[in-house]
């Protein structure tokens, strides 16, 4: 086999040794919460893998890179072939028996697969508010080698998010955890017709006050519970609202509040980068600096040498 490398953020592949799928990326430590996402580098070609059983939660897979053959079988039941390609998707939705999986690459460009396991309480939470049924008795259809535009979004996003090694905290998880509920829900179950948007809004007071309250916690964890609590709504539903008012998510909403007020301090006091970035929300200076290039497009200090007091 041609020896092949893939430069990923400070790894450096050889997938001519690769005999495993190799584990490089993790949520576990990101303080994540109803999502956990895992993303793999994969052999060229793997022989016979045991699968172990799914969990109860639901799992999505994204592949990215070559296309590659895939065969599973149930233990000593019959193969069947797959063969995915550049962000093709992989949803599994219900626990079952261990199998055996077996692949090959159709080209020399190497393949990783992004894993991400959504709650199943989450989703039944998620299910009984939108359409006021019992989620045992509410089928989710599972899906193998197909596209999804949002899912893929949502999944590339996330895994953009822990290559970079941003902090994101458990805001950013819960929102696109509840992004997931919903389009899974709208779309791959037989209730999906019944589920309409929410008639209106946000009012301008409700507004208000979920702004008041995110400044004045700018420098929290801020959970989904804790801005849904200020207008009265339950988690799942404010996010649809807070979506259909602002055509923003929630964690998108709390980014730009930093932003903002991490501008107010760099312009007009000499308060050290570590500091302001604790201020405003941000786990570090890192965290900020990262924030500022991707939101302005110029570093904290670069902005504070342009715009000083």
Partial sequence: MTQQKIQFGA???????????????????????????????????METLLSPPPSRDISLVLFQGGAMHMERRPINGSWQALSVHQGDLMLQVEAGPASEVRWWNLTNAPTQTFHLSLSRELFARTAEEMVD??????????????????????GFTLWRELEEHAPTGKLYAQTAAQMLAVHLLRHYTSVGERIKGPAQGLTQQQMRRLTDFVQAHLSQDLSLEALAQQTGFSPYYFARLFRQTTGASPHQFVMQLRIERAQQLLKKTDTPLAQIALESGFANQSHLTHAFKRYLGLTPRAYRQNNSF
Avoid: V
């Fill in 11 to 45: 790894s450096d592949i050889s997938y001519d040794r690769l005999t495993a799928p190799l584990l490089y990326l993790s949520s576990e430590e990101a303080g994540w919460e109803g999502l956990i996402a895992h993303a793999f580098h994969e052999p060229m070609e």
């Fill in 133 to 154: 049924r019992d989620p045992e008795r509410l089928s989710l259809m599972g899906r193998a080698g197909f596209q999804d535009p949002l899912l893929m979004q949502i």
